[in-house]
């Protein structure tokens, strides 16, 4: 069974610096995605960035990048530029490739509350 | 505006009392599901319906009862609610990507259901 791992209950960042958010996943499948969610306080669940296993470039997406080690199993969300905005929990979650008739699965990670301080 | 949206978005009742939850999406998947996330924020899957047809359930308890009457809609029922059912319920839902496009759930803004 896959599993997914945040370390990080909570962190803090000063508007306008940078902060990585850890994530760690266990898993004996070859093919996968790793998605980074954001939930801020609306409640809504936000995709930020997403990652094909089979893809060795590393994601990006605006101030939004992540470093993909898939030997270590690893797969950190590096926020640039911190905005008053991007105040959340954050998510890490993993998922089989979707299969027809079958749909995907998302397993989540504990998540990370971030605070981005002025 | 095209999107997965649940009703309703807040929901207070009595323990042993019966509730439902609906939700709707507009984007033509053919996958949909109930998430749930507990008080420490932990999100976990508790069905999933492909085309009307039940294919991911969990261990949920019984008094948890999803219908799905078409694949635009995706409804959950709750039976004999108990204090440890107070949870934000999500529901989303997706479509088998064709080649290598996105395997991404999008998501409803969720229904916060307090049991008293």
């Known amino acids: 069974a896959q599993t997914v791992t945040q370390s990080q209950p909570e962190m803090s960042v000063q508007e306008a610096e940078t902060v990585t958010l850890s994530c760690t996943y266990d898993?004996?499948?070859?093919?996968?995605?790793l998605f980074w969610y954001k939930q801020p306080p609306s409640r809504q669940m936000i995709l930020v960035i997403r990652q094909e296993a089979y893809k060795q470039q590393n994601a990006t997406e605006n101030r939004f990048s992540v470093n993909f080690q898939k030997a270590a199993k690893s797969f950190s969300l590096k926020i640039s530029d911190s905005q008053l905005g991007d105040t959340a929990m954050y998510f890490c979650a993993f998922m089989k490739p979707m299969i027809y008739n079958q749909g995907g699965k998302l397993i989540f990670g504990q998540g990370t509350e971030l605070s981005v301080k002025p | 505006d095209t999107a997965v949206s649940q009703t309703p978005k807040y929901l207070v009742t009595q323990m042993g009392n019966d509730k439902s939850i609906k939700c709707e999406q507009n984007l033509g998947h053919d996958t949909m599901y109930w998430y749930k996330q507990d008080s420490k924020k932990f999100l976990k899957i508790m069905f999933s319906?492909?085309?009307?047809?039940?294919?991911i359930n969990e261990t949920v308890p019984n008094r948890f009862s999803p219908k799905s009457p078409d694949k635009a809609h995706l409804n959950l029922h709750i039976n004999s609610l108990e204090l440890g059912d107070s949870a934000v319920y999500f529901c989303?839902?997706?479509?088998?990507?064709?080649?290598?496009?996105?395997?991404?759930?999008?998501f409803g803004a969720g229904s916060r259901l307090t049991v008293l």
């Open positions: 898993t004996s499948e070859n093919n996968y995605y």
């Open positions: 989303a839902s997706s479509q088998v990507p064709l080649g290598s496009g996105a395997n991404v759930l999008t």
């Open positions: 319906y492909n085309n009307k047809e039940l294919i």
